[in-house]
C-alpha cells in the first residue's frame, strides 16, 4: 500500500526545545517537500529535496533543518530558533513538480 | 498583494447544487494549476491540475483556466455532502521553482 507516513501525529514542544517530525514515502519519488499550514492561511514551503543528499531551502526555512540521506525519508528539525513553531506541518512527495502528494500531517504545539 | 487569492468562505449550498470556487492569480508566468480538497485535520488531496489555458472534466470536477483575465475556477455539479471540505488552489510555474503558490482556502459546507 503506497503512500506518504507522517510521524507523530501530535506533537508538543517546550520552549528552548528541538523536534524532529518524520516523514517516510514508499512511491519511490525523487522529490520531496515540507510546508507549513496556519490557520486560515494557504500552504508555505520550509524546505524541499529533489535528490537524496540534496536539499533547498523555501520561503521560511529560518528556524528550521532537515535532511535527506535516504530517498524514502525526509525529515525536519524544528529547532528553538523558530520563534513561533505551532502550525500544521504537511510532507508532500513527487515524480514531476505539478503532482505533489501530502502525508496526513503532525500538529506541532508550543506549550 | 498575495500571488494567489481565494475567498475563504464559507460557502453553504444545498445537496445537488452546482458549486462555483475561484481563484485569482497575480503571476502572468504561473503555467500549471491544481486543485486540492483537504478535509478537517487531513493532508491535502490532488484533484486535479490544468496545464496553461482551458478546461479538464473529472467525474463530477471541472477545472477551468482563463489566463487572460487570470481566474481559475472548480466546479462540482450534483455536489455532495462528502464534498464538504477546504478546497486550495495552487500554481506552478513551467521552469525554475518548484514550490507550489497555494491559495488560502475555501471552505464549503453542502446540506444534507
Known amino acids: 500500500d503506497g503512500g506518504i507516513t507522517q510521524s507523530p501525529k501530535y506533537l508538543f514542544r517546550k520552549e528552548g526545545q528541538n523536534v524532529t517530525l518524520s516523514c517516510e514515502q514508499n512511491?519511490?519519488?525523487?522529490?520531496m517537500y515540507w510546508y507549513r499550514q496556519d490557520p486560515g492561511q494557504g500552504l508555505r514551503l520550509i524546505y524541499y529535496s529533489q535528490i537524496v543528499n540534496d536539499f533547498q531551502k523555501g520561503d521560511i526555512a529560518e528556524g528550521y533543518s532537515v535532511s535527506r540521506e535516504k530517498k524514502e525519508s525526509f525529515p525536519l528539525t524544528v529547532t528553538s530558533a523558530q520563534k513561533n513553531p505551532t502550525a500544521f506541518y504537511l510532507c508532500?512527495?513527487?515524480?514531476?513538480?505539478?503532482?505533489?502528494?501530502f502525508g496526513p500531517g503532525t500538529r506541532l504545539t508550543v506549550l | 498583494q498575495k500571488e494567489v487569492e481565494q475567498d475563504p468562505g464559507p460557502l453553504s449550498v444545498p445537496e445537488g447544487a452546482i458549486v462555483s470556487l475561484n481563484c485569482t492569480y497575480s503571476n502572468s508566468a504561473f503555467q500549471y494549476f491544481m486543485w486540492y480538497r483537504q478535509y478537517s485535520r487531513k493532508g491535502p488531496e490532488l484533484l486535479m491540475y490544468t496545464y496553461s489555458s482551458g478546461n479538464k472534466e473529472d467525474g463530477r470536477f471541472t477545472a477551468q483556466v482563463d489566463k487572460s483575465s487570470k481566474y481559475i475556477s472548480l466546479f462540482i455539479r450534483d455536489s455532495q455532502p462528502s464534498d464538504s471540505a477546504t478546497y486550495l488552489c495552487a500554481t506552478l510555474l513551467d521552469t525554475g521553482r518548484r514550490a507550489l503558490t497555494f491559495g488560502s482556502g475555501t471552505r464549503l459546507q453542502v446540506q444534507p
Open positions: 512511491l519511490n519519488h525523487d522529490a
Open positions: 508532500a512527495s513527487s515524480i514531476v513538480r505539478h503532482e505533489q502528494f
